[in-house]
C-alpha cells in the first residue's frame, strides 16, 4: 500500500518513464536510486533510442565521443574506450547495452510497449498510463524521455504506394542492413542523414541520385581513431572537463575562439577558417569566432568559405553551383558535419537533381519523376528528417487537468517552464522538452542536466510531504518569451529549420529549444534556491483537508 498521496491512493508505479534512450536509461537508474518503483516503457525491442533506429550506413555522432557519454559515474568513464573521435551508430549502440547491463536496467524496461495515452486523474491526484497491449498502470510521476527526434517526417509524394522497390527511410532502418550492389537508389533529403549516407550507398550502388531541395553547409568532421594516448589524457582531466562542458552554452569543449570574424583582417580570418577546416572540422568550425551565430555579417564570411570549399572540392561547377548555399546563414539549419561529402559528387556513379524550383513530381513504379524528367530507381531511401522537439510528445495522447489534451493547449506551438513543465499538467516531466537548451547542446550533457533536476526535484518532493508539482502561469509565459527573447539575439529565426517546426506542412512555426545552456543551468540553481520559484507545489496535508 502506497499511502504518500493526500487521498492514500495506491498507485502501481512511483514513476512511469518512456523511452530507453539514454534521457530513459539514466532517469530510471536516478529513481531506482532514490527507492522510487519505476518502469520504462520502449517501443523498441532494446534499449538506444536514436541509436536503435538510425543504422543508416555512416550514422555517426557529431559530438566527440569522450564527450557524448554520461558523466554520472567515474567508473563507467574511466573503463570505457571510445574507438574513435566519433564514434559510429552500433558503437554508441553498444555503450547503450553496456549501460543497460552494467546497471541492470533491463529488469524495469519493458520492451516492444508502445504508450497510447496519459491521463492526470485528479480525483487520485495520479497519473494513468495506457500501454498498446491493452494494459492501464498509474504512477505518481510521469516522465516523457521519448528524445527530440524520434519521428519521422515522411513527406506525401503522389504514386508512392505505386512504387515497387524498397521505400527505406535512415531513421528506421533495418536491423539486417541494406545490400545496394547493383541497384540504382533514389536518395532524398540532405540534411546530416542524407549527407552521411550518400558516400556509403555511393560507394556500394550502381548508381546514386541525390535529389536536393535545400543545399546545406557541411564541414569535414575530421574523425580518425582514438589512441589509448588519446582515450587517456581525456580521462585524466575528465572531471575538469565535464565541469567546463557545463560552463559553456553549448554544453561543449568547442575550443571557442573569443574574437569576432569582423575584428580581424580578411587574411587572417581566412587562415582561421582553413585552421578549423583542416585541423578541428565539424561542428567546432562554428567556434572560429565568437559571433558567427550572432552576427550575420560575420556569418556571412563563414557562408563564402564554405561556399568557394565547396566549388574547390567538386569538379563540375554545375553540380558545385547546385551544392552550394549561396545565400544561407551557416548554423541556422543543424551544420552538418560529414567525412567526403562533397568528394562523393565526383563519382561517375552520382548525380544530383535539384527539386528546389521543380519539386518532386510523383513515383511511378520504377523511378521518380521531376520536371518531365523520370529518375529510374530500383530504392527510395528517405531522409527527410523529423517531426522535432514536439512529435514524439504529442504522439502519446496525454491529458492534464479538466481532461485538457496536450495537443490541444500546444496547437500554436509547446509552451513551457524551463522546457521541464506545463501548466495543467502536474508531475509530468520533459526530458530534453521545448524550451530546454537540447538540441543546442551535446545532448549527454543537457540529458545529464534534466534528470538529475527531475530526480533531485522528486526527492524534494517526496521529503518535504508534496503531492504535485506544476508550473505557474506568469512563469511558463514569461519562460515562453524569454525562450524567443533569446532566439531572437541569434541568425537561428532567419531560415526554415526543424528547430522552428518548418520541416513539417502545418507545423506552427516557433522557435523551440532555449540558446545558451550555461545561463540555463544557472537559472534552473536559482529557480531551486528560491524554493522552486515558479512552481506550484501541492502539499500532501493541504490536499487531504
Ligand atoms: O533531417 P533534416 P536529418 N522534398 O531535417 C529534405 C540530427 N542528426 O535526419 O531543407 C524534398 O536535417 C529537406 O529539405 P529542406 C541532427 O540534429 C544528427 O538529416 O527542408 N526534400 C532536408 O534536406 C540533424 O539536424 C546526426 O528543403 C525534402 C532533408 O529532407 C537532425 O538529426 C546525424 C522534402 C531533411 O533534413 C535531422 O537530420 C543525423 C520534400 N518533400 C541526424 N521534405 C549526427 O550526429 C524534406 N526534405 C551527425
Request: aromatic letters at 12%.
Amino acid at each position: 500500500m502506497d499511502d504518500r498521496s493526500p487521498i492514500s491512493v495506491k498507485t502501481d508505479f512511483d514513476a512511469i518513464v518512456v523511452g530507453a534512450g539514454f534521457a530513459g536509461m539514466f532517469m530510471l537508474h536516478r529513481l531506482r536510486q532514490q527507492g522510487l518503483k519505476t518502469r520504462v516503457f520502449e517501443r523498441g525491442s532494446g534499449v538506444g533510442g536514436t541509436w536503435f533506429w538510425n543504422r543508416y550506413p555512416g550514422a555517426r555522432c557529431d559530438t566527440e565521443s569522450m564527450e557524448y557519454s554520461y558523466q554520472f559515474d567515474d567508473a563507467l568513464q574511466q573503463e570505457w574506450n571510445w574507438p574513435e573521435r566519433y564514434s559510429a551508430q552500433p558503437e554508441i549502440l553498444k555503450y547503450a547495452n553496456h549501460v543497460a547491463d552494467r546497471y541492470d536496467l533491463r529488469a524495469d524496461l519493458q520492451f516492444n510497449t508502445k504508450v497510447l495515452s496519459a491521463t492526470f486523474d485528479e480525483s487520485r491526484n495520479c497519473w494513468t498510463i495506457e500501454t498498446d497491449d491493452g494494459k492501464q498502470v498509474t504512477a505518481h510521476y510521469f516522465i516523457m524521455a521519448t528524445g527530440t527526434l524520434s519521428i519521422a517526417n515522411k513527406p506525401q509524394f503522389p504514386g508512392v504506394e505505386s512504387f515497387k522497390g524498397r521505400v527505406l527511410y535512415t531513421s528506421d532502418w533495418p536491423h539486417e542492413g541494406v545490400d545496394f550492389t547493383g541497384r540504382k537508389v533514389g536518395l532524398i533529403g540532405t540534411g546530416s542523414s542524407g549527407i552521411q549516407s550518400t558516400p556509403h550507398i555511393a560507394a556500394q550502388a550502381d548508381h546514386l541520385t541525390v535529389f536536393q531541395r535545400t543545399p546545406n553547409f557541411s564541414v569535414p568532421a575530421r574523425n580518425r581513431p582514438l589512441s589509448e594516448a588519446d582515450r587517456n589524457a581525456t580521462k585524466a582531466r575528465y572531471g575538469e572537463l565535464r565541469k567546463f562542458t557545463y560552463e559553456q552554452p553549448f554544453a561543449t569543449d568547442f575550443h571557442l575562439n573569443d574574437q569576432s570574424a569582423l575584428s580581424v583582417s580578411p587574411e587572417e580570418r581566412k587562415r582561421i577558417y582553413e585552421e578549423r577546416w583542416n585541423e578541428h572540422g565539424g561542428l567546432h568550425f562554428m567556434a572560429a569566432f565568437n559571433d558567427l551565430m550572432f552576427n550575420s555579417e560575420a556569418n556571412k564570411t563563414v557562408a563564402e568559405f564554405i561556399v568557394d570549399k565547396i566549388h574547390g572540392i567538386v569538379n563540375d561547377p554545375d553540380k558545385a553551383e547546385i551544392l552550394a548555399p549561396r545565400n544561407g546563414v551557416v548554423g541556422c539549419k543543424r551544420l552538418c558535419s560529414d567525412t567526403d561529402y562533397f568528394e562523393t559528387f565526383n563519382r561517375d556513379n552520382v548525380s544530383l537533381v535539384d527539386v528546389s524550383k521543380q519539386p518532386i513530381e510523383s513515383f511511378t513504379a520504377s523511378s521518380i519523376k521531376v520536371g518531365g524528367n523520370e529518375y529510374p530507381v530500383d530504392d527510395i531511401v528517405f531522409a527527410t528528417g523529423f517531426d522535432a522537439m514536439t512529435g514524439a510528445l504529442l504522439g502519446v495522447d496525454i491529458k492534464g487537468r479538466n481532461g485538457q489534451p496536450l495537443r490541444e493547449k500546444w496547437s500554436a506551438g509547446p509552451r513551457t517552464y524551463l522546457g521541464l513543465q506545463t501548466v495543467g499538467f502536474p508531475n509530468l516531466f520533459f526530458i530534453s522538452g521545448p524550451g530546454s537548451p537540447s538540441v543546442l547542446t551535446n545532448m549527454m550533457v543537457s540529458i545529464d542536466q534534466h534528470v538529475n533536476f527531475i530526480s533531485d526535484t522528486i526527492r524534494h518532493l517526496e521529503q518535504a510531504g508534496v503531492a504535485l508539482i506544476e508550473p505557474q502561469q506568469p512563469a511558463e509565459d514569461a519562460w515562453v518569451d524569454h525562450v524567443n527573447e533569446v532566439a531572437d539575439l541569434t541568425v537561428y529565426p532567419t531560415c526554415n529549420s526543424w528547430y522552428l517546426g518548418s520541416n513539417v506542412p502545418g507545423k506552427t512555426r516557433v522557435f523551440m529549444p532555449y540558446v545558451g545552456f550555461n545561463t540555463y543551468v544557472d537559472k534552473c540553481k536559482d529557480v531551486v534556491a528560491k524554493g522552486y520559484e515558479g512552481f506550484t507545489l501541492v502539499r500532501r496535508a493541504a490536499e487531504t483537508a
